[in-house]
C-alpha cells in the first residue's frame, strides 16, 4: 500500500514544481531567442518580417531581464530579511 500524503510533501512537490517552471520558462526564452535570429536572418530585407523579427526578439530579451530580475529581488529580500524565501516549507525542522 501507498503511504497517505502528508504536508511535509507539499514542500519537496512545490519545490519540485518551482525548478520545473524555472526551466521550463529558460528553455522557452532560449527557444524564442532562435526563432526570433532565424525569422531575422531569413527575413531577406522584408521590413515587416525583420520588425516581426525584432519584437520576438525583444520580447525574448525581455523575458530573461524579467527572470533574472525576479530571481535578484528574491536573493535581495533574503539578504535583508535573513529569511530564506527561496525555500518552502511548512513544517519547522
Avoid at 519537496?12 to 525569422?39: D, H, P, Q, R, T
Avoid at 523575458?63 to 530571481?71: D, E, H, I, N, P
Amino acid at each position: 500500500m501507498a503511504a497517505a500524503p502528508t504536508l511535509d510533501k507539499l514542500g519537496e512537490v512545490y519545490g519540485n514544481l518551482v525548478s520545473a517552471l524555472l526551466a521550463f520558462g529558460g528553455i522557452a526564452l532560449f527557444v524564442m531567442l532562435l526563432i526570433g535570429g532565424f525569422k531575422y536572418l531569413t527575413s531577406g530585407g522584408d521590413p515587416k518580417a525583420a520588425e516581426e523579427a525584432k519584437k520576438t526578439l525583444t520580447y525574448a530579451i525581455g523575458g530573461v531581464v524579467l527572470l533574472a530580475a525576479s530571481f535578484l529581488v528574491l536573493q535581495l529580500i533574503q539578504d535583508i530579511t535573513g529569511a530564506n524565501v527561496t525555500e518552502f516549507s511548512i513544517t519547522r525542522p
